[in-house]
């Protein structure tokens, strides 16, 4: 068959995207033919807009269409906390908790020396401007995986001598888990961070 | 958190598409985020030049960017046969098997009184026009499912008394499967479509 060029040079941008097959792409790219001329022309324009308005704040480094962020510059915030997290999707999922009122700083990755993921590649600098006699505490979110906790080691060494409280949140088993299931690296520190109830 | 518009936008219009989700929505609009500005506008103009410039072929109703599209302008493909199929993904399909060197024709659905769609909204007229001395033989490739066989019965109806030879795509077991694991259904079929070897 003769191929359509641009057909398949839609297929292949969405192959190009990440979690899309060859199946996906091609399912999505027919979607797109038979769609509204107006409702590609927005999904196009939406694209675009995103890319050009979105950035990075200048202060805790999460995506923005404002400098600094929402966050940053909201006085219903607590600025006295900061908790930090690797990505700019971890402050999406820390506000759908509706409990943290603090502020975040991103740092946009966590150490990796196979990666060759340094210091330097990450927002740890600024993490350590941020640090004044306004912060109380900084709360290390990062992944507990080997490269977060890595992180978390690294920066708690960093923090510490500057007097500030620095913690760590809680490993542990998921709500709604079973106990059956759960791997032994976890279920070990379910049982060594075990509270007085 | 109060949310980026323009990102909450762009994770809606990736939500519409077939096949992805909340989360493959979020995914990708990330992505998107991380992405060149070069690579966006490349995507964003992808998407509008495949829908400005691919329409239907006014012969056989594939989807093209020339009128008549490739096959049906091709000297190299059989013009005494006609493959009727639901769709353009099916034209693709077949030209996958590289053995059927006729002409399409492409019905854009199939018969199903449920969904409102009778004879009128399908290429069915333009089918019946296309048919005459030339043609030898149409080979109805829809789909084997309900709708599919339902609309193959009312085609060869309609086309047998044209005098073309009306010929139906097998049904039974796919290669490599297991006899097993088939389906009563399909296990009859392939029992009543049973040939001397």
Redesign the interface.
Known sequence: ??Y????S??IE?FRS????GAK?A????????K?D?AE???????????????GYCSVCFN???KDPC??CS?EERDSTTLCVVED??D??AM?RTREYKGLYHILHGSLSPLEGIGPNELKIKELLARINEDISEVIIATNPDVEGEATSMYLSRLLKPLGVRVTRIAHGLPMGSDLEYADEVTLLKALENRREI
């Not at 359509?4 to 057909?7: A, C, D, G, T």
């Not at 995207?17 to 899309?20: D, H, K, M």
Request: no cysteine; glycine share 2%; charged share 20%.
């Open positions: 068959m003769q359509i060029e641009s057909l040079q839609l941008q995207l990440p979690g899309i996906s091609t399912r999505l790219a027919y979607h797109i033919l769609m001329k590609v022309e927005k999904l196009s324009k939406i694209l675009l807009t995103a890319k050009e308005t979105i995506l923005t269409d929402y966050i909201s700019p999707k402050v999406a506000e």
